[in-house]
């Protein structure tokens, strides 16, 4: 036991640290042509941060996360992601308090979560991100999902496509949410525990379920386009429209929620299709607009959008199936 590492974490050295190290280095380089700078944030926040910013009703704060008592008797937790972090640092030094709007960062460093170990994902992971704020423009929200966009082209991927969806307004969000409560109260009976549990927390959240027999019962759920305001409608088609117009696949996924709950607005995933007819190798990253993250953690009430990608989950898709890609090269 002493001489292996715990489930779901991994040793990085020689060709394999080798090519971690070179995604980060690619990632960082493509952030900076945006002026993007770097930011770092302590691995371990307190548990009050998560619970208000990525949100009690979700599997990461629910399930997922390393929370421990420290000595002066405070909850602690090992970040499960990075973006809460960033915006309480935002907050805490008045990184905001910038004529030069918005406040751009990106950074790089290990997350950890307490879920199932699978190819590319880890326990403990590396995750590379880029928060914009400050911009409530969806030129904005383009230009940080094309930056997304590139990496994964410049890492060899070719076929790459984002998914999109809106979760609109506070308006279109309540609308849908009744709307959902009175489907799913159908079937909720059938329904594994989790669901029957974010039926009275957040609905929104069922739509996120992975047990196949609830994902057939999800197909024939209310949609959230049907409920968006016309301003949020108007919004997605110019952030769509935009990514198009430079030669971005954008497909609208209505099912597409992401896992976090400060995200409002235009949310997105990338994939990928590495030959006509094979399977999407899954999700390399996502993220999504959000409204009121940083007035939830103490800050103005200002709009912002952000990106992460796993580091682990890129170099083993990019590893495994790309024959060609900088990660082979010196």
């Excluded at 420290?70 to 008045?94: C, F, H, Q, W, Y």
């Amino acid at each position: 036991m002493i001489t292996q590492a715990p489930r779901g974490t991994a040793d990085w050295y020689g060709e394999s640290m080798a090519k971690r190290e070179k995604i980060e280095e690619i990632c960082k380089t493509i952030a900076a042509t945006y002026n993007i700078k770097q930011i770092m944030t302590p691995v371990f926040e307190h548990t009050v941060l998560f619970q208000r910013g990525v949100g009690e009703t979700t599997d990461v704060v629910q399930k997922e996360m390393y929370t421990f008592e420290d000595k002066g008797g405070r909850s602690i937790t090992l970040r499960p992601e990075l973006t809460a972090g960033v915006m309480r640092s935002i907050v805490s030094n008045k990184l905001y308090a910038n004529a030069d709007l918005p406040v751009k960062y990106c950074y790089v460093g290990p997350c950890f979560r307490y879920e199932r170990p699978q190819a590319g994902r880890y326990r403990q992971f590396n995750q590379f991100g880029i928060e914009a704020v400050g911009n409530p423009s969806f030129y904005q929200d383009a230009e940080v999902i094309s930056i997304g966009h590139r990496i994964l082209l410049t890492l060899g991927l070719k076929n790459v496509k984002v998914l999109i969806n809106s979760l609109g307004d506070e308006e279109s969000r309540a609308n849908y949410k009744v709307a959902l409560k009175e489907y799913f109260a159908k079937h909720i009976d059938k329904m594994c525990p989790d669901c029957k549990r974010r039926l009275e927390i957040n609905p929104l959240r069922i739509l996120d379920c992975k047990v196949p027999e609830d994902i057939e019962i999800v197909k024939g759920a209310p949609r959230m386009t049907d409920y968006l305001s016309d301003a949020s409608k108007a919004y997605l088609n110019n952030v769509i429209n935009t990514l198009q117009s430079v030669g971005i696949e954008v497909e609208i996924d209505t099912n597409l929620v992401r896992g976090l709950d400060y995200y409002t607005g235009v949310v997105f995933e990338y994939h990928a299709v590495l030959k006509e007819g094979e399977q999407d190798v899954g999700a390399l990253g996502g993220g999504g607009h959000y409204a009121n993250l940083l007035a939830e953690v103490g800050g103005p009430q200002m709009e912002g959008i952000g990106l992460a990608m796993g580091v682990e989950r890129l170099a083993y898709v990019v590893s495994q199936t790309i024959k060609e890609n900088p990660l082979n090269g010196p």
